[in-house]
């Protein structure tokens, strides 16, 4: 690779570790929001964000060859600004250091309070039943503040030209006329973000133009007068080729702040197959382009997703020369964005698996790995038609989505398995927040038997099933009355065609995404008490809850007991059979219960870091774990509980229910370097990974690190800033998380 890939991730580098100045700040976004408060929500943010977009400061970074930097405060500086999954934001750290600098005037507090009363700030827990809140405030079935997920349709994009999508807009509102005010002002969004992103482009365009003039060097002011022209062109036609289409891509990218770029292989392959036979392109310079695209993925620092291989509409192989140029940028990059995640089936190329396993073998975690088969059929279970269903991807950490057609408000709910259990072991009462959370099912004393204790805990998470659907429809209702998501909208089907935003069932398909939390801990606790107190005998059902309430103090034999008990991850049907029931009534659970929006309710085992905030707000568990430390990071075994090596791991997770539908059941693993030492490593971990996805697994991610590199890390974070690990459905550098996380990821079984 050339010098200037070196230099363009230095420039990452650099960026990374750069401290902002929090006192100095822009109010392109909040002078026009409040300028526009009696409009609708939609309209509003999108002349917000069309102010923005036309003033905010510009650049060109050296080396680079297509332009664009993602829209967050981090780049523009704005106090007030559009972010994709909160929708209108403040910006509280700048907020409170400009204050205490005294350079808040009276006139933008003011500003700021009238975008506090109107935009979506927190869940409304004024308006919230009881019930409600309590479910919030314990943890046990709360939502996220959170606006979910979503990929936007970029074929759309690259087809059609800005030009193109505006005559589509002008078709859709002419064949809706005559209009009711909500449909009128929700196209006049559409029209102001079209010319404002048409706007930027052309402004892109002039400071390319500009910077010719003062370049000196040859080849650069080449490069910029190529640029520019190529700006010019966009802001209005489709894509031509193949760097046409990788500049228009990140263009809508960065303008939409979302963390997905979709199906990036498929929509690109053919440019690049194209430019390939007409010599136009090398398949050199296509890696350095699609490096590039990776390192201004990585100046963000946020997890942004990419979804290359899988199944074409039609079910035929979708792997192309992009999905290996994939491979090989990930290979050459070795950090943590993109979040790069590969479909895989029975018809996948060998090659494929080969070099997906030697790009986890580089140590930055990804690419994760899904099989195409139980993804398939259980997003087909949720009423989507086949040939939709074959062309998901991934967005986030691991959610599934339908590119372009799917609201699923991804990561809203949050349901927390162990929680469910402390309540249901203490009749509905929280310890924690000593209030009364759940209904009465009985207490201790009154649990004489396993299967009272299973039925008491059974009618507890079926109440907070149902909550969880009251609490997160409550929160998507007071998203859709104060957030309008324009450029989401613009880039859903079918809500141009529909008149109507992401928030108002405009999508093609509608629902709302949450996580399960603790169903592993939940697992290992019901063996562990069916054991320890029903079958052996050693404490009484009430004794055990009261050294739980005394975290173990002056309990260390009871828990010793406690943690040799079976443990889910190790193939073994004491425990499997009862973490696969209860993950399936909560999923059946979930899926009964309607969305606001429109759908279902989609669970899922994406554990993200909720297994660190989760677990600060349950107490001792039953399986040993002590109070208010982190729940299991996955749909896998407890932190070093998988015990019987990674085979048996596999076969226990395997046997949850994916085809239920599903956010996605991520399964973290770690293995020590010295595995791929051996000359036939790769062949090995391939076919460990076959036998898991033939035996139904859904997804697997792999951290290559030992304890000694991570714990050195620890010690002296400075000399590994570049340490990448897998947390959970993300890729991240180890030195940047919490303690609790970084020694999460320690505890974790080496294979």
């Known amino acids: 690779m050339d010098d200037r890939l070196t230099r363009l991730a230095a420039r990452v580098d650099a960026r990374r570790d750069a401290s902002r100045d929090l006192t100095r700040f822009t109010t392109y976004y909040l002078d026009a929001y409040v300028a526009n408060l009696d409009a609708a929500p939609a309209l509003r943010e999108a002349r917000a964000r069309a102010a923005t977009w036309a003033q905010m400061a510009l650049t060109v970074g050296p080396d680079e060859r297509f332009v664009g930097e993602l829209c967050h405060d981090q780049f523009t500086n704005e106090l007030v600004y559009f972010y994709y999954a909160r929708g209108t934001t403040i910006n509280r750290a700048r907020l409170e250091a400009a204050r205490a600098a005294g350079r808040i005037s009276p006139d933008v507090e003011e500003k700021v309070a009238q975008v506090a009363a109107h935009a979506y700030m927190t869940w409304p827990a004024d308006q919230a039943s009881d019930a409600e809140r309590l479910a919030m405030e314990s943890g046990a079935a709360p ?11 970029y074929p759309w994009l690259l087809r059609q030209g800005w030009d193109g999508i505006a005559a589509e807009v002008e078709e859709a509102a002419a064949a809706r006329v005559p209009q009711e005010p909500e449909t009128a002002s929700f196209y006049e969004a559409m029209r102001v973000t079209v010319r404002a992103a048409q706007g930027l482009m052309l402004r892109y365009a002039e400071l390319c133009d500009a910077e010719v003039l003062r370049c000196a060097d040859a080849a650069r002011r080449a490069e910029l007068s190529e640029m520019a022209a190529r700006c010019w062109y966009l802001a209005h036609g489709p894509a031509r080729d193949f760097r046409d289409a990788m500049q228009q891509i990140w263009f809508l990218h960065s303008l939409s702040g ?68 994939a491979l090989a940028a990930t290979r050459h990059c070795r950090r943590p964005h993109p979040n790069l995640c590969l479909r895989l089936h029975d018809g996948s190329p060998a090659r494929l698996w080969q070099e997906a396993v030697e790009t986890l073998s580089c140590g930055a975690g990804t690419p994760a790995l899904y099989n195409d088969a139980p993804a398939i059929a259980g997003i087909v279970n949720l009423g989507i038609p086949l040939t939709e269903a074959r062309d998901y991807c991934l967005a986030g950490c691991s959610q599934m989505v339908i590119p372009g057609r799917s609201h699923f408000m991804n990561d809203a709910g949050l349901m927390n398995a162990a929680k469910v259990l402390e309540l249901t072991l203490h009749d509905g009462f929280d310890p924690r927040l000593q209030k009364q959370v759940g209904p009465h099912m009985g207490n201790a004393e009154s649990l004489h038997s396993y299967e009272a204790l299973e039925e008491a805990l059974s009618r507890q998470m079926d109440y907070f099933v149902r909550l969880e659907a009251d609490v997160n429809n409550l929160n998507y209702r007071h998203f859709a009355a104060r957030e309008g998501y324009a450029l989401r909208s613009l880039f859903t089907c079918d809500c141009v065609a529909r008149g109507r935003n992401i928030w108002h069932s405009g999508a093609r398909y509608n629902g709302i995404e949450g996580e399960i939390a603790g169903l592993t801990n939940l697992a290992d606790s019901l063996v562990a008490i069916r054991e320890v107190v029903f079958e052996r005998g050693i404490v009484t059902l009430p004794e055990l809850v009261a050294a739980l309430d005394a975290n173990f103090q002056g309990h260390d034999r009871l828990r010793a007991a406690l943690r040799a008990a079976p443990k889910f991850g190790n193939n073994d ?14 999923y059946r659970g979930w899926h009964a219960q309607s969305a606001a929006g429109g759908g279902v309710f989609i669970p899922g085992e994406v554990v993200f870091t909720y297994h660190e905030s989760c677990g ?37 997770v ?34 460990l990974l076959r036998t898991y996805f033939a035996a139904g697994g859904l997804q697997v991610q792999v951290n290559v690190v030992d304890r000694e590199t991570l714990l050195a890390a620890q010690r002296d974070p400075q000399a590994h800033a570049n340490l990448t690990v897998r947390v959970g459905g993300f890729s991240a550098y180890f030195v940047t998380l919490s303690r609790d996380l970084q020694d999460d990821i320690i505890s974790r079984t080496a294979h």
């Open 143 to 153: 939502a996220q503040i959170w606006g979910g997920h979503l990929v936007p349709d």
């Open 258 to 325: 979302a963390d997905s770029v979709g199906r990036f292989d498929q929509y690109l392959g053919p440019y690049y197959e194209r430019d390939l036979a007409a010599g136009q392109l090398s398949r050199e310079v296509a890696l350095e382009w699609i490096i590039e695209f990776w390192l201004k993925v990585a100046q963000s620092g946020h997890i942004q997703n990419l979804t290359s291989g899988g199944r074409a509409r039609e079910g035929e192989d979708a792997t192309n020369e992009i999905t290996y140029l």
């Open 573 to 586: 049907p004491r425990v499997d059979a009862i973490r696969t029931r209860l993950t399936e009534q909560l």
């Open 616 to 652: 600060r707000q349950t107490g001792a568990t039953p399986d040993g774990r002590l109070a208010y430390t982190v729940l299991a990071d996955s749909a896998g075994a407890a932190q070093g509980m998988d015990r019987a090596g990674p085979t048996a791991l596999m076969q226990s």
């Open 654 to 687: 395997a046997q949850l229910p994916t085809d239920l539908g599903n956010t996605s059941i991520v399964l973290n693993m770690k293995f020590a370097p010295s595995f791929f030492a051996t000359p036939d490593a790769v062949d090995k971990m391939v076919a």
